[in-house]
Nanobody, 120 residues
Framework: QVQLVESGGGLVQPGGSLRLSCAAS????????MGWSRQGSGTQRELVAT???????NYAESVKGRFTISRDNAKNTVTLQMNSLKPEDTDVYYC??????????????WGQGTQVTVSS
């Protein structure tokens, strides 16, 4: 099937930056959309940013102007550049993608998550 593997989380001070990366691999025919969501313990999952195959992008209001999502279609990767980080950005960040694993069938796949902690 398809696997998504994230990297790049960690601990950063308020105002700092982190870059998250996600690589999709496996039986991939076409990637429709990739994105990032986040969730802390006891909180609802929040959609952070998405980017579709045509380059259309959406951001949560809470991250607009601070986060930038980009993708490399040739490498099946998506990146989230996070600047001006705030303590409230602390969460587990999940990469996800709407991916065709055959010419006619698709699923939404999720990575295992990577912890981002913003603290002084």
């Amino acid at each position: 099937q398809v696997q998504l593997v994230e990297s790049g989380g960690g601990l950063v001070q308020p105002g700092g930056s982190l870059r998250l990366s996600c690589a999709a691999s496996g039986s991939i025919t076409r990637i429709v959309e990739m994105g990032w969501s986040r969730q802390g313990s006891g909180t609802q999952r929040e959609l952070v940013a998405t980017i579709n195959a045509g380059g259309g992008i959406n951001y949560a209001e809470s991250v607009k102007g601070r986060f930038t999502i980009s993708r490399d279609n040739a490498k099946n990767t998506v990146t989230l550049q996070m600047n001006s980080l705030k303590p409230e950005d602390t969460d587990v960040y999940y990469c996800h993608g709407k991916i065709y694993h055959s010419w006619t069938a698709w699923n939404e796949y999720w990575g295992q998550g990577t912890q981002v902690t913003v603290s002084s």
